[in-house]
């Protein structure tokens, strides 16, 4: 078999969607799909979503990458590149997630700073039954920390990490959750669009390796109604133009040793929490792990070493400093995800709101936080039409074309339950 390039973009629904091309392509650097596709629902249902152009006569847009960012994949003889979406006249194509991520690093970066990041995802795994019903991975003694073939029989995470090395992924770990059959997996921290390039690969390539070992590896926030949820913990920091981290003052970490960099990002995410939920929690599945009390993120509040609030400020300093926010989920597309935390962030800093005090709660029965997310999808997305400023940083066309998706999408699920819910995901997710 000829080396062949497999050339893809995340789209609205966040999912990878390309093309293979055949290895004389690999010198060229662009080709073409449907604009429609920012149209195209989870079951396929086409709309005439704002921007898709389905009304328009469906036309192209181009998806462009540069020769660098071509990478050696996990298929064999397969080369694999993400790139980014232009319209039929050559512009920025304004619902491409990567774009929006792109647009709030030029936004940092006018500020003097490079936006870092890192990414932690959390899936379970998921097997089909004799009856060929999705039922969970059966994994007999597995714990949270848990290592081994107690916790990973087929040993499908081995094959993971040993492909992910060989193609210069840079994991920092994998390890079980607190409920069973859940991983984690956390890459190393690098400038955010490198960042989200490696996060959507891995996880499309640990997806297709766990199938080549009969597992469905879901990425979707709830997949299992009676244990806890999966999230996308999005950790960021920035750097000035000597390289030094800004986000602590000095070389001690946590809330007492914040920058004021740090606490306009923090005033910057509560501020447009809400609205926030609707971008980076964006399927009628998120609502089910965004709940009280469920280390998810659903609380409007802030703090330090405290696994129970939404924007969490490390304790490390120096070179380590960060700042982690929850709230995220991988049914969202990770670039837009990323982008939307960083303008939020931004805003706080720009707009210079004033920072509440941090929670004092334990987050379980007791909690300082006024507000939170909305409890259900619809709620949600109200919240972020209402969030206008938020909307304009991010970007006013994606964010129309995905209010009018998720609408249908509150439609579309309202009747569903359990395992008909996740379902209406979970190949996708």
């Not at 399927?283 to 993120?297: D, E, F, I, K, V």
């Amino acid at each position: 078999m000829n080396t062949r390039l497999r050339a893809l973009f995340c789209d609205h629904l966040s999912i990878m969607r390309g093309k293979y091309l055949p290895g004389s392509k690999i010198g060229d650097d662009s080709t073409r799909f449907c604009r429609s596709t920012f149209g195209v629902h989870y079951d396929k249902d086409l709309l005439p979503a704002p921007g898709a152009m389905m009304m328009e006569g469906l036309p192209d847009m181009e998806l462009v990458w540069k020769a660098e960012e071509i990478r050696d994949s996990w298929e064999r003889a397969t080369k694999i590149v993400v790139g980014d979406l232009y319209d039929d006249e050559g512009r920025p194509l304004p619902l491409c997630g990567r774009g929006a991520l792109k647009r709030a690093v030029a936004d940092w970066g006018a500020m003097g700073l490079t936006p870092k990041v890192g990414l932690e995802l959390e899936a379970f795994a998921m097997m089909s039954d004799e009856n060929g019903r999705l039922v969970p991975y059966d994994t007999p003694g597995a714990h949270v920390y848990g290592t081994g073939p107690f916790t990973d029989p087929l040993r499908f995470n081995d094959a993971i990490w040993e492909k992910a090395d060989e193609l210069g992924f840079r994991l920092d770990m994998i390890t079980s959750e607190y409920d069973s059959p859940q991983f984690e997996y956390t890459l190393t921290f690098d400038n955010a669009v490198k960042a989200v390039d490696d996060i959507v690969l891995f996880r499309l390539m640990a997806r297709e390796i766990a199938l080549e070992h009969g597992i469905v590896l879901s990425f979707l926030p709830k997949p299992i109604a009676e244990v806890g949820g999966s999230g996308m913990h999005v950790n960021f920091s920035f750097s000035d133009q000597n390289g030094a981290n800004v986000v602590a003052q000095g070389e001690k970490g946590g809330p007492d040793h914040m920058s004021d960099i740090a606490r306009g990002c923090i005033s910057g995410l509560l501020k447009h929490h809400k609205g926030l939920a609707g971008l980076i929690a964006p399927t009628a599945n998120s609502y089910q792990r965004l709940q009280p009390g469920s280390l998810s993120g659903f609380l409007c509040n802030w703090g330090g070493d405290h696994r129970n609030v939404t924007t969490r400020i490390s304790s490390e300093g120096g070179v380590k400093a960060r700042m982690e926010h929850r709230t995220a989920d991988a049914s969202s597309n990770p670039y837009t995800a990323v982008a939307a935390v960083l303008q939020a962030a931004r805003l706080g800093v720009v707009n210079k709101y004033d920072l509440p005090p941090r929670e004092t709660g334990d987050g379980f029965e007791k909690w300082d936080a006024k507000e939170s997310t909305a409890i259900d999808l619809k709620g949600a997305i109200a919240d972020l039409k209402a969030d206008t400023i938020l909307t304009e940083a991010v970007g006013a066309e994606l964010v129309a074309n995905h209010v009018f998706m998720k609408e249908k999408e509150v439609k579309k699920t309202k009747d569903l339950e359990g395992d008909q819910l996740r379902d209406f995901y979970v190949w996708h997710v």
